[in-house]
């Protein structure tokens, strides 16, 4: 009989005492909610909430919240028992972004969330580009995005760039893609340009460049004709003053 009821009791013992552990536990909720790691998906420019609670056995015990490992700094009537941070508006920064919340009073009683901060392409709609004859021309794309890009792509005058017959060359460094060419000539490179990133989660991008290139003009050597006209105007005032110095020896 006695082994019958300490058979009954123990279940009971392990699910109070479970039910104790969680109660003492640190819990975080979001708007937006997080998936079951912790990872909160918001997009650029937008709020995401979070609530830090403990348990009822605990609700005066103070609460610590740490961005990245550093403290974030709070209101005393937002640290005991319930606290709440309000991350507003996202910034790229905040991408990756790791809040904690923990108990002053022991730091192992804590929970987490990531912040996963989406945005597209940073691409502006057009841009006029002027340049002369035989210069450098330096088109680049901000192909920055989370999720990344997957495709970038250049087109002139609406087909995609020939970069053997252009002598063009592209360059992506994974932030920046870039079309280059040297010594601009009027009939292969004045035209209409596109940068086109494609992501997964936003579609196409695109960006235009409207390219005019002018003849060259005539550079002067200006430093040496300021140069020059300091000299002559020096020259100048030091025979005024000679020549006046003489004037006035005649009528002494």
Known sequence: MAETTLMSIAPLFLFLLCCATQTLGITIHSFPNGDVNGIIE?????????????GDMAS?????WLRNGAVVKLLDENKKGRSSVCVTPLVYEDNDAVFTCHLKTNDSDKASVT??????PQLSMSEEVQLELDSLLVLQCDMRANPPVSSIVWKLNGSIVDLLEGGFTVT???????LQVKNVKRHLHEATYQCTAVSPMYGQQTQTFHV????????FPVMPIIAGVVVVCATSLLAIVSRWSKI???FK
Do not use: R
């Not at 005066?60 to 610590?64: G, H, N, Q, S, T």
């Not at 992506?172 to 870039?178: A, E, F």
């Open 172 to 178: 992506n460094d994974g932030l920046i893609s870039q």
């Open 60 to 64: 005066d015990e103070e609460l610590v």
């Open 42 to 54: 918001a997009e650029y420019q937008k709020t995401v909430s979070l609530v830090c609670e403990v």
């Open 212 to 219: 005019t290139v002018t003849e060259k003009t005539v550079k």
């Open 115 to 120: 912040l996963n901060v989406t945005y597209p």
């Open 248 to 250: 006035t020896k005649c």
